[in-house]
């Protein structure tokens, strides 16, 4: 091995200096990095929990509302007047259910009430009933609170009150949903 004149020596492994770089000739541009489609998925989840809440409402109304067969009063009073008319001078357990609301229409409960109003032809003479004009007082859009006097009179002139309070909804008209008295 012979030493070169400026007295280094070559070192192994590294070879002459690059060519200054030609134009058009050169590394290859670099890739743009990769992007995650983050948008795209968050948009997608997005969507999908939309069609699920959406549906799942819709579906819980659907389900948990009250559907009422056929059509009730056009106000409170007259769903309350109708109401007592079929139950005190009809005594009609099928007139009844078409004033009571669909969650309050229990068949057995209504039976029971007009049987314990036709009980009292047997325990009293001549058993009639009056009630006082059904006053409101209370309404929204939604519900009402009705009040009225029920009385009864017999032949041989006992009577009897009751003071009775409604409480009526609207669904697609008025209908009579409890009665406290």
């Keep these: 091995m012979t030493t070169p004149p400026d007295g280094s020596y070559p070192q192994e492994g590294f070879g002459p200096a690059p060519a200054p770089p030609q134009e058009g000739i050169g590394p290859a541009p670099e890739k743009p990095a990769r992007r995650r489609p ?3 998925i968050a948009s997608i989840v997005l969507a999908v929990v939309v069609v699920l809440c959406g549906g799942g409402g819709l579906g819980a109304f659907l389900l948990l509302r009250s559907v009422e067969s056929g059509t009730g009063a056009p106000e ?3 769903a309350v007047d109708s109401f007592l ?3 005190y001078a009809d005594k009609n357990t099928g007139e009844v259910a078409q004033y009571v609301c669909a969650d309050s229409r229990d068949s057995a409960d209504i039976d029971a009430k007009i049987n314990e109003v036709r009980g009292y032809a047997e325990q009293y003479q001549d058993p009639k009933f009056d009630w006082t004009a059904p006053q409101v007082s209370d309404q929204n859009d939604a519900t009402a609170t009705v009040t009225t006097t029920v009385t009864l009179v017999t032949a041989d002139e ?3 009150d ?5 409480t009526v909804v609207e669904n697609n008209g ?3 949903c409890e009665v406290k008295g």
Excluded: D, G, I, S
Excluded at 162 to 166: D, I, M, N, V
């Design 38 to 40: 983050t948008v795209l």
């Design 76 to 78: 409170p009073v007259q």
């Design 85 to 87: 008319t079929a139950v």
């Design 158 to 160: 006992k009577t009897a």
């Design 162 to 166: 009751q003071a009775l309070t409604f």
């Design 174 to 176: 008025w209908w009579v």
